[in-house]
């Protein structure tokens, strides 16, 4: 075997750790798929300072520092001090996995490290939606223009083939548009809403799950909706759009009365997410939706996430993940170094 594969990380929150759990678990399998070692080079966080070893850093011992003392440890041979863009050349990477924090409001700085990362040769994984619903046109110019793929498989409905789906199976299809219940947090509250519980308890409650943001107004007020569908609509339907140009309603216009009225009708009221074709533009919205009993986006509750395509020759497509965690957004990210590997 004399293949090696290199990548650099940057962000090593819960998905980072996640993902390097899996790598090990999987290192093996890799090798003998594809006759070749992939190695993690470099590791970039924010305060937990940065880690860079051309010849693979050990995850494991990574791993047991992160768990132990929160941080890497500044006196290991490996620490490295400097941006990520000077991480991302000392670790001679082949690949950038981009794990960073997500910004809703303008998707910087990981574009930025994408940016960086096609200039100069690199390819791009990212479980971050920031940049795809906004600069999505750029970057896949940029990874085109520079020979390099650009895979984000998992920032819509974690592993759930989404993209994939689209351009590897039902590729020749157009799409009129795209629907979905995007967004687990406001989703959860919806349900405990109808429940009896009052809005603060409801998001109280999910956060305890680990699922609502400490400000988890980000959810509840559209946004993330707004980036997820701006980033579907952008790779999926060449929309040309921003989050700022999605029509948001907040899912706290929704009253407990409403949902009771709702129910006793035989209906329910949903947080959906939609973009549509109209004319030469593609229209984006998130708001909450009054839907008849049959839908069935009526059984997708709690945490679940569901989305539909609108295709002109395969028809109404609906798909729906049950309870995703953790490790369904680190297999997203597996799944595109697997497409990767099979491309180069
Ligand atoms: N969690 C999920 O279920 C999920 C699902 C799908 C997609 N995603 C996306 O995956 C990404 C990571 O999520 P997460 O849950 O792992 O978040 P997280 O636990 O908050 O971790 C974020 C990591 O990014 C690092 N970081 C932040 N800003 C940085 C910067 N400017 N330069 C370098 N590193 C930086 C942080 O460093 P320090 O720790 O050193 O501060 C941390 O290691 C986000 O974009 C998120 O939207 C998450």
């Given at each position: 075997?004399n293949?090696t ?5 940057i ?5 980072g750790?996640?993902?390097s759990?899996?790598?090990l ?11 070749c070692?992939v ?10 300072g940065?880690?860079?070893?051309t010849?693979?850093?050990d ?5 047991s520092?992160?768990e132990?003392?929160?941080h ?45 990362a096609?200039?100069?040769g690199?390819?791009v ?11 999505y ?8 223009d ?7 498989e ?13 351009t590897?199976?039902l590729?020749g ?9 995007l967004?687990g ?25 680990g699922?609502?943001e ?15 569908i ?19 309603e907040?899912?706290r216009?929704?009253t ?24 030469d ?7 909450p939706?009054?839907l008849?009993?049959?839908h069935?986006?009526?059984?997708v509750?709690g ?13 109404e497509?609906?798909?729906i ?5 953790l ?8 799944s ?9």
């Amino acid at each position: 075997m004399n293949k090696t594969l290199k990548l650099c990380f940057i962000g090593f929150g819960n998905v980072g750790q996640k993902f390097s759990r899996l790598l090990l678990e999987k290192e093996e399998w890799l090798k003998s798929r594809f006759s070749c070692r992939v190695i993690v080079t470099g590791i970039a966080g924010r305060s937990k300072g940065s880690l860079v070893n051309t010849g693979g850093l050990d995850l494991t011992a990574v791993l047991s520092m992160t768990e132990q003392a929160g941080h890497f440890d500044p006196d290991s041979p490996d620490f490295f001090t400097g941006t990520p863009e000077a991480l991302m050349d000392a670790s001679e990477a082949d690949v950038l996995v981009e794990m960073s924090t997500l910004s809703i409001r303008d998707g910087l700085p990981a574009a930025d490290y994408m940016r960086y990362a096609f200039r100069h040769g690199m390819h791009v994984i990212t479980a971050n939606k920031g940049p795809e619903a906004w600069y999505y046109n750029e970057l896949k110019d940029l990874a085109a223009d520079n020979g390099v793929q650009f895979l984000y498989e998992t920032i819509v409905l974690d592993g759930t083939p989404t993209f994939n789906l689209m351009t590897e199976t039902l590729h020749g299809n157009a799409l009129s548009g795209i629907a979905g219940i995007l967004n687990g947090t406001s989703n959860y509250v919806l349900k405990l809403l109808e429940e009896g519980r009052s809005y603060e308890e409801a998001i109280r409650a999910a956060q305890e799950i680990g699922l609502a943001e400490a400000d988890p107004s980000m959810d509840i007020d559209g946004w993330d909706g707004a980036a997820k569908i701006c980033a579907m609509a952008n790779i999926l339907m060449d929309a040309h759009i921003t989050p700022e140009d999605v029509s948001v309603e907040s899912v706290r216009s929704v009253t407990a009365e409403a949902l009771k009225r709702a129910r006793s009708r035989g209906k329910c009221i949903k947080y959906i997410c939609r973009a549509k074709r109209a004319g030469d533009k593609v229209l984006a919205s998130v708001r909450p939706e009054e839907l008849p009993r049959e839908h069935a986006y009526n059984s997708v509750n709690g945490t679940s996430a569901v989305f539909t395509l609108y295709t002109d020759l395969a028809g109404e497509l609906t798909v729906i993940q049950t309870d995703p965690g953790l490790l369904q957004t680190a297999y997203g990210i597996y799944s595109d170094l697997i497409t990767l590997m099979k491309r180069i």
